[in-house]
């Protein structure tokens, strides 16, 4: 009886860490460990966190670039279009514009949020984690970077109110979420992951002009 008792307290404390960590899986949560360590390069109070919410997103990605209607692996143009303007064949839309609309990117104000597919074959964690680094590292990259809003701070000053605009920057508290998926068959066949990263957006110190 103290047995299965004791197994009822390993087991509450073990589904308890999964909804802490956000249920994320082994891999993912060592690249966030590893990812975390690279973004202290550039802001020393970066932290990284595989959650639920970042790997929903991931599989909204995944799937949408898996559709007949996406260029997988083609133009980063809005939409790609055939030579001939006159081609009854239907436009597809690239893999960005794809992942842009499934996320709702241009509604995303509050976050920037950072997305990329690469084959993994060869792959190991480290080299993972050092190519989201690189993207990462600059807002620039961010799908949504001309959508994230500015902030109205307002202040008083000789007694009376002074409000100044400034512009967004990534906070110290990024999320990730990853999805593998497959394309093709038999030898043909090839491995990704689709990533997606998330940073709460904060006031800079750099003002609207």
Do not use: H
């Amino acid at each position: 009886m103290k047995m299965k008792k004791l197994l009822a307290v390993v087991l509450t404390g073990v589904m308890a860490m999964s909804v802490l960590t956000g249920c994320a899986d082994i891999k993912t949560r060592q690249i966030a460990d590893q990812l975390e360590g690279m973004l202290k390069s550039v802001n020393t109070k970066a932290t990284v966190s595989a959650t639920n919410d970042a790997e929903d997103l991931a599989k909204k990605a995944a799937k949408a670039v898996q559709k007949d209607d996406v260029d997988f692996g083609g133009s980063d143009a809005v939409v790609v279009v055939g030579a001939d303007e006159s081609d009854s064949t239907p436009a597809k839309k690239t893999e960005k514009a794809a992942i842009t609309e499934a996320l709702k990117l241009s509604e995303t104000k509050d976050k920037y949020v950072w997305v990329l597919r690469f084959d993994t074959k060869n792959l190991k964690n480290a080299d993972q984690a050092k190519k989201i680094f690189d993207e990462v590292k600059s807002i620039d990259n961010a799908l949504n970077k001309n959508t994230v809003a500015n902030f109205d701070v307002t202040t008083k000053k000789d007694g009376k109110d002074e409000t100044k605009t400034y512009k967004p920057m990534p906070g110290d508290k990024y999320e990730i979420g990853t999805e593998t998926f497959s394309k093709g068959e038999g030898k043909d066949k090839v491995d990704y992951v689709m990533v997606v990263v998330t940073c709460k957006a904060v006031a800079s110190t750099e003002t609207v002009d």
